[in-house]
């Protein structure tokens, strides 16, 4: 048994380290094993994050514990450690990184600014550049020595590594972070699938949106059952046979905020997929939601920085949602311990790797407990990796991978001194002797006086003085120096000059020669002092653990949002002008009764036990505006335009609740819409049908059993005209063009429609299935179009298919064949007067609504924008103005008509007992610029109202001073700041062609 | 007679081509309006006014109720009974007569190359046969300013009325301001495929500099040496013949760009101002003029008010500025008469919206001499509206007349709807 000072020993067995395992490969020189069998007693030992041993022992032998314990028998042949005053936990595990991989790059170049339709990469693979699940980061991995050592300073000892590009980004290796060559790091391969909603260095232009890129996981699910079953044998495809084999692995899915993990995790119900989501450090502000998904999260402890609000002009542009996540961010992790989901902890992101710790602590000072951390940088990621069998806590036979401290790893004074990984002990920091502290008396020449020795041995604090100092004075007057034996100080005891001694250890404290102020040699002894005078010490004030006081999160989370969501109440509308939009027209001083979220009644002098009164006199009431074209509350990418048809597409995968353009159209009457894909190709995407319940979620703002409808196109943008000169390739590039994709699109509908039908397996297609449902007339369309040819076109395609064309949006020449679409039932949904923008649009005329519905088409008018949707009452009143429609009939185009197009008018678009109380309370004739809605209910839930509007303002501007002053005392105290800035809001327009999924 | 038949042919002709409108004739006989609402433009109302006009210029305005005239000596009676009568609404900053339709290249004379070009001219390019004109001024709007973009300083604008000939014709005063556009304070980041955060400009500080060197460099420029036609342009400026209108949005911004033109001792306009109802004192101190930005807009961020924009003209009114409503663009400007009619319904009074658009702009624009206001002396330029004129509810502007001239009130749009209306009355 040999007690070895433990420094020195661990640089020897590194040196030689380089020398174990490593079996196949050749020796050149002395064959050189060793067993690398150590005990590591007296230590206080994390044997897992809810386990703390005091006393006890760690035996490790090859790489691996042997066991662990109190009164272990202490093994022969092991070199013995005394970790007194140690404490020993489990390294830490990183599961999100690309340590180690080379840099991404495209698998071939993208002619410039010219479309690309197909993958670039070579080989029997998949059509998309963006789903690379043949790549394994295991064949790639290589040891990056410099990298290794930093996380090992940091307490990792092991890393989940994968290279971040593309959607699907194949599988992760694990590896240790020891700098012995792959062959020992690389612990396992194939650990994980990775994947995202960002396409890497595809260079391929689909997809280009977010719903898009939730399009393709889907389609390739479907494929992959599909090569599966069959498909093989049509095609080798071995981006899909990589796929089906990757299934039963974890599936990591990293994700840009909190609503693509509700995205994200209805794709995964669709296909009985579980994933584990690599957060984004928001998922307080919709834990509920979250919670509900039962998935294990990758939480980042990257927390951002607060705004530089010194300048106000500056801070004016700030807004809520990122000052409130300043102060919030933080608080992520305890939330979701709290809430009891599953998590670990991860390094990624940060920019300076080193605040990792500090960032752990920040959360545990905002209520993460020190157990929760501790598991969540331990054992979570082991169990979410299911490699809890070698790695997450230290016990018999998993890997000896540990780190030892000095203390508790979350208390600011505690050191990281050893990492221990495979066996193998790094270094980070010299062991420190405990610091004391020691009284001698000095005598030098003639002189006495005593000598006061404090703190860190190696630096330490030193005085001559011959009375005992206080705490303040202790300064380095003396030059101090100790090296091992060898002792020399320096020290001026008055005006004359300095004093130089240098001397040896004896058998009592210290002697030698040295020098005085005046050249002359002396000799020295310093001995202990007996009657140890102690120096008296300042009380450190412990801190209190108080956990931080934070904001409350607010629904949606931004300005506006609610602490707690409205709930439906009883209402009781008194007295007022109401539109009924049904054969009793406007009614005068009538009563109207909300209750359950419907419309109970309509008539005089109504009561009811409960209800809240709302006196209405000289007050309008209608139903909600129905936006039939918006673009609002939309995230990530308006368009898929890449292809001719996307029908696969849809809306409702990206519906954005956290729209402030939301509660602004509430603001305006509006009370739902249809939030329709853009225009850029012929068979756009399908919709997302809404309400604007602000503050829900995506899911729950859908109207659920809504009328399925699909976004087509016709016209300039279709065929690509003001995209610039380079996109002439993608067909069509005329109006001749365009009716034969509908043609043809149409015929391989029926065509696969057959082959479904006769029992036959067949390749479910997502775009195909969009098509076949509007011959099977369960889908509707609502086509943007502008020019007659184009209109009566495809009126003539639908009729040669057997479908009727619902909906032509926008419609500007719709007056032209007024005639011919109210013969085939198509309605129109126009803007009231905007034109002259584009060339087709120059013979767009305001008196369009007012034609058509002379000519017996449903007619609406909508937005298309989010400025003009908080004002449709007044384009409707347009038609009053250049159309000469009656008021009544206008006032249909926005609330009426658009239900009717929408197939919602069974339950919304006029005030009538039994429908949706979706209600409008305005001050003055809602056709009037002057008019403004007071009160907006949504399923008989106040969402707007002009009051409480007033209020909430007031609480804006507490809320953001409240937040300004802590920023400024945050930066009074040394905190780092960043300048102001402001999210970029992108208000999409129909044709809007951003890739938004491009790294 | 023969004008009857000549006026029936016109219009006949005028369906044939498509409604382009002919320009009105010179006013000849003498013209009375009464029974009207007189909405002076000044803020005065008259309930039962009098209006006379003679070769262009008003010769009368009275209250019904206090004076006697002798009616017989005006060829033309109009009897307005149940009627608004307002100033020609005049449009500042506005692409009118430059861009036909914005996507078709070919179709636009509004931008040129260059940082600094006050030497260009809009009235050069100024299209008097643009279809979109005559939509704009069936809704009553009279006069233009034509405005150049592009660039630091895009150039000069002129005032034309919507009727005319050709540019010279339809010209009402030109080169009568240059325009500047200040440097943001902030900007986006990012390109327009991957818009970054909105952060402060880092080159502001040397935008402005360009700026400074540049009007120091005017400012010396005697025209002695070698002639520099930008330098020329900026003479106007310095000697007080020109004004300086200064796009301009950001509070600190506003005030280092009001600051800057006042050491050149000229007289700021700021064109925009979204934030400039966070500096009224500011801007009351220094007396400078605001052509508002549209009121029809949403707001600044998240947080703002969610009716900031509709309340930016009530707060500016309340300050005692003078302000006007303005919105960008050409086919748009039809819409000017909502952004005043939008502030109404958010605080500001009615004829207050009204000088906003009429006397308040011939002020900013220098022009309040001869328009803005029904006022004796001044030009017979002038609407009759059946109802509101700022709520498109009961808005329906029945005649108008530029310098006593009856303008054409017929346009493009009316004359497809006719026609369309007339398919199907035909089947």
Redesign the interface.
Known sequence: MNKIFLGIAITILCISSNLIAQKTFPTNGVYDHRDKHFVFENATIYKSYNQKLENATLIIKNGKIVSIGSRLSIPKNAVVFDMKGKTIYPSFIEMYSNYGLPKPTAAGKRPERLPQMLSNKKGAYGWNEALRTEFSSDKVFKVNKEEAKKMRKLGFGTILTHQMNGMSRGTSALVNLGDDRENISLLKTKVAHHLSFSKGKSTQNYPSSLMGAIALFRQTYYDAQWYKNGGSKEERNLSLEAWNKLQELPQIFEVRDKLEILRAHKIAQEFNMRYIFKGSGDEYQRLDEIKATNAQFIIPVKFPEAFDVS?P??T??????DMKHWELAPSNPARLAKANIEFALTSHGLKNKETFLKNIKKAIKYGLSEEQALKAITYSPAKILKIESILGSLESGKLANFIITDGNIFEDKTTIYQNWINGKGYILQNFKDTPTTAVYNLSYGDKNTMLFIEGDPEKPNALIAPNVPSKDSLKKEVIYLLKKDLITLSFSPDSTGVVHLSGTKSNLGYKGEGTLPDGRWIKWSATPNRANPTIEKKEIKKEKKEIEQTGKVVYPF???GWEKRPQTETFLFKNATVWTNEKEGILEKADVLVKNSKIVQVGNNLSASGATEIDATGKHLTSGIIDEHAHIAISRGVNEGTQYSSAEVSIADVVNSED??I??QL?GGVTAAQLLHGSANPIGGQSGIVKFRWGATPEEMKIKDAAPFIKFALG?NVKQV?WGDKYRIRFPQSRMGVEQVYDDHFTRAREYGNRKRSGKPYRKDLEMETLLEILEKKRFITCHSYVQSEINMLMKIAEKHGFTLNTFTHILEG??V??KMQKHGAGGSTFS?W?????E???????NAA?LN??GVTVAINSDD???GR?LN?EA??S????GMS?EDAWKLVTLNPAILLHLDHRMGSIKVGKDADLVLWSD?P??????PEMTLVDGIKYFDREK?QKM?KD?QKE?ARLIQKMLQHKKKGGKTK?????????YHCDD???EI?D | MRVLIYNIFLIIISNQLFAQQTPATPQTGSILIQNAKLHVGDGAVIENALIGFENGKITLVGDARNIRIDKSIYTQIINAEGKEVYPGIIAPNTQIGLVEISAVRSSNDNREVGTFNPSIRSIIAYNTDSRVTPTIRSNGILLAEVVPQGGRIPGQSSIVELDGWNWEDAAYRTDMAIHLHWPRAFRRGGWWAAPGPITKNKDYDKQVQAITDFFAEAKAYSGTGVKNLKFEAMKGLFNGTKKLMIHCNHPTAIKEAVLFAKKHNIPPIIVGGRHAWRITDFLKEHNVPIILGATQDLPFSEDEDIDQPFKNATILEEAELLYAFSMNGAWQQRNLLFQAGQAVAFGLDYEDAIKGLTSNTAQILGIADKVGTITEGKDATLIIVKGDILDMRTSQVEKAFVRGKAIDLDNKQKALARKFRGKYQRQ
């Open positions: 300048d002009y500056s004016m542009m700030l807004e809520l949602s931004m300005a506006y402030i353009n509660y602004r603001a300039e003001n007056y032209k007024a005639d007067d034109w002259a923008y584009k060339y649009v120059i013979d767009a005329i305001p008196q034609i002379e000519q989010a400025e003009m004002r007044q009143a347009k009053v103005m250049y159309g008021e004739n056709l009037s610029i002057y008019a403004k509007d303002r804006i953001r300048p102001p800035s402001k999210k970029h809001h992108h208000l062609l951003h890739d491009e």
